[in-house]
């Protein structure tokens, strides 16, 4: 395949690839340009190497990998998160269980808060920017994941405690003013496991048993150990799993038990107290 020389002929190429909104944000990355320069100027020269890297992003994203990982970013609660295979590319939706996160701990001078699965650490390295005054420890069972979020952190000027295990097992005997999670919440069987970006992005991230529940019910149940007196444990969830997740709440012995709605106005994160 020919490099296009120039910025409309790069256009014209992922023609009917991908979409045009996909193709232009890829040729900004590549090139450098900006999105006015791409929309007015299509006669344009691209350096070659730029046209090399659109041409191999291109056939990359024409096979479905999410733009994402294509650029090894995601913008997430207004800065940019490196992301790369190894970690779920965050999603608007799980802002949600920030703005929660920093209404809860913005209750005490100096919380303790605790991010269960961070994995690209975008949920942990928010919360710490947003509130400084609050310690975080953000935990993640994948090392690869854990060395990403690590990243972000340091790029993002943030400080916090990063553990390697599962759930809470890297916090024994600790207790938190706020725990968080976005755990995996899709059922197995979802036929969406097999649409999208989602194909590419990491299954123990996505999936926990035959109802999606099985880490969120793990996660509930051994909270208490780790709550501190009035704290509040927050759990992003599927828009369908609201009613399912204040379930397990109160039957927990949560109190002041309620879900959030995301901006699409699903139900998207339930949260209690505990007294
Ligand atoms: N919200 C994601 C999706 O449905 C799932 C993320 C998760 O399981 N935590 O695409």
Same mark, same amino acid.
């Given at each position: 395949?020919?490099?296009?020389?120039?910025?409309?002929?790069?256009?014209?190429?992922?023609?009917?690839?991908?979409?045009? $909104?996909?193709?232009?944000?890829?040729?900004?990355?590549? =090139?450098?340009? $900006?999105?006015? /320069? #791409?929309?007015?100027?299509?006669?344009?020269?691209?350096?070659?190497?730029? /046209?090399?890297?659109?041409?191999?992003?291109?056939?990359?994203?024409?096979?479905?990998?999410?733009?994402?990982?294509?650029?090894? !970013?995601?913008?997430?609660? &207004?800065?940019?998160?490196?992301?790369?295979?190894?970690?779920?590319?965050?999603? @608007?939706? %799980?802002?949600?269980?920030? !703005?929660? =996160?920093?209404?809860?701990?913005?209750?005490? $001078?100096?919380?303790?808060?605790?991010?269960? &699965? %961070?994995? $690209? &650490?975008?949920?942990?390295?928010?919360?710490?920017?947003?509130?400084?005054?609050?310690?975080?420890?953000?935990?993640?069972? =994948?090392?690869?994941?854990?060395?990403?979020?690590?990243?972000? /952190?340091?790029?993002? +000027?943030?400080?916090?405690?990063?553990?390697?295990?599962?759930?809470?097992?890297?916090?024994?005997?600790? *207790?938190?003013?706020?725990?968080?999670?976005? @755990?995996?919440? #899709?059922?197995?069987?979802?036929?969406?496991? !097999?649409? +999208?970006?989602?194909?590419? !992005?990491? *299954?123990?991230?996505?999936?926990?048993?035959?109802? +999606?529940?099985?880490?969120?019910?793990?996660?509930?149940? %051994?909270? @208490?150990?780790?709550?501190?007196?009035?704290?509040?444990?927050?759990?992003?969830?599927?828009?369908?799993?609201?009613?399912?997740?204040?379930?397990?709440?109160?039957?927990?012995?949560?109190?002041?038990?309620?879900?959030?709605?995301?901006?699409?106005?699903?139900? *998207?994160? =339930?949260?209690?107290?505990?007294?």
């Amino acid at each position: 395949m020919k490099p296009p020389a120039t910025v409309g002929e790069a256009l014209a190429l992922a023609q009917g690839r991908i979409p045009r $909104s996909e193709a232009r944000l890829l040729l900004r990355e590549a =090139s450098g340009l $900006s999105a006015a /320069a #791409i929309a007015a100027f299509p006669e344009r020269a691209l350096e070659q190497a730029a /046209a090399a890297r659109f041409g191999d992003w291109l056939l990359r994203r024409e096979v479905g990998e999410p733009v994402a990982y294509i650029l090894g !970013e995601r913008e997430f609660f &207004g800065r940019r998160f490196r992301v790369q295979a190894d970690v779920l590319i965050p999603r @608007p939706d %799980t802002e949600l269980i920030v !703005e929660q =996160s920093l209404r809860f701990s913005r209750e005490w $001078s100096m919380p303790r808060v605790l991010d269960l &699965g %961070t994995g $690209s &650490g975008a949920i942990a390295v928010s919360i710490a920017l947003e509130c400084p005054a609050a310690a975080v420890v953000a935990v993640d069972a =994948s090392e690869v994941a854990l060395r990403v979020a690590q990243e972000n /952190a340091r790029e993002l +000027g943030a400080r916090l405690d990063f553990r390697l295990g599962c759930w809470f097992e890297p916090v024994a005997g600790e *207790r938190f003013e706020v725990i968080a999670s976005n @755990p995996p919440y #899709i059922a197995a069987a979802d036929a969406h496991l !097999e649409q +999208g970006d989602l194909r590419f !992005e990491p *299954r123990s991230a996505l999936a926990s048993g035959d109802d +999606g529940l099985d880490d969120i019910r793990h996660i509930v149940a %051994t909270a @208490p150990q780790y709550l501190a007196e009035r704290a509040c444990l927050l759990i992003e969830h599927g828009f369908e799993q609201g009613p399912a997740v204040r379930a397990l709440l109160i039957a927990q012995g949560f109190q002041e038990v309620e879900t959030c709605r995301d901006l699409a106005g699903h139900e *998207r994160v =339930s949260l209690g107290r505990w007294n």
